[in-house]
């Protein structure tokens, strides 16, 4: 018997939520940070931090600019993927791969009042991926924008901006172990749930 294959469970998302937060407990520095790897249609590969803001039951969730490069490319090749890594006292990774499709703006909506009133002024300010001539440009567009909501609490969520939920066709979850030989399974979705199959490290 696969004793470690066996305590993860047949369901990797409620192992990664619950990896996750054991993150948070052990208070790593912003455990739900993750990279994003993206490509265009022609297979250049993209990769960048995001902060997952959500383990739903079949997706994970994150948030961005929709005129973003990252934006762009997953309007072109909408398939991702994201990897954890949660350095000691864990030594754990996590690496998910799926489709992505937006958000709707009324879901987007209940993220950004959650987010400090700066977070949300910001993300009218940033023209996010194009260039700037220089960081005073960025402090006058944030200076406008304070402006604009000068007299309102309630930033509104910018037509630009909102979420992308991943929906996961295959989960690697990693947990070191001494000499390198890690124990690593993969979990690859078949039909409402998943095949579950321990890889060499």
Do not use: C
């Not at 172990?177 to 039909?191: I, K, M, Q, S, V």
Request: net charge negative; no cysteine.
């Amino acid at each position: 018997m696969d004793a470690w294959l066996e305590n993860l469970g047949d369901d990797p998302l409620a192992t990664l939520a619950a990896w996750l937060e054991e993150a948070r407990a052990r208070g790593l520095h912003e455990p739900e940070a993750a990279a994003l790897a993206t490509a265009t249609p022609d297979g250049r590969p993209a990769a960048r931090m995001v902060l997952v803001r959500g383990i739903q039951e079949r997706e994970l969730r994150f948030y961005t600019n929709h005129e973003s490069r990252k934006a762009d490319e997953i309007a072109e090749n909408p398939r991702a993927a994201l990897v954890f890594h949660w350095a000691p006292p864990l030594h754990r990774q996590a690496r998910v791969e799926g489709s992505v499709t937006r958000l709707t703006d009324d879901e987007s909506l209940v993220y950004f009042r959650t987010r400090a009133r700066e977070s949300r002024l910001g993300a009218w300010a940033s023209p996010q991926s194009r260039p700037l001539a220089d960081r005073e440009e960025l402090d006058r567009l944030l200076d406008e924008v304070e402006r604009r909501f000068a007299a309102t609490e309630d930033v509104p969520l910018p037509p630009f901006w909102g979420g992308y939920r991943l929906t996961p066709e295959a989960i690697e979850l990693w947990q070191s172990r001494p000499g390198r030989l890690h124990d690593r399974a993969r979990y690859e979705r078949a039909g409402e749930g998943w095949l579950r199959t321990r890889l060499a490290p």
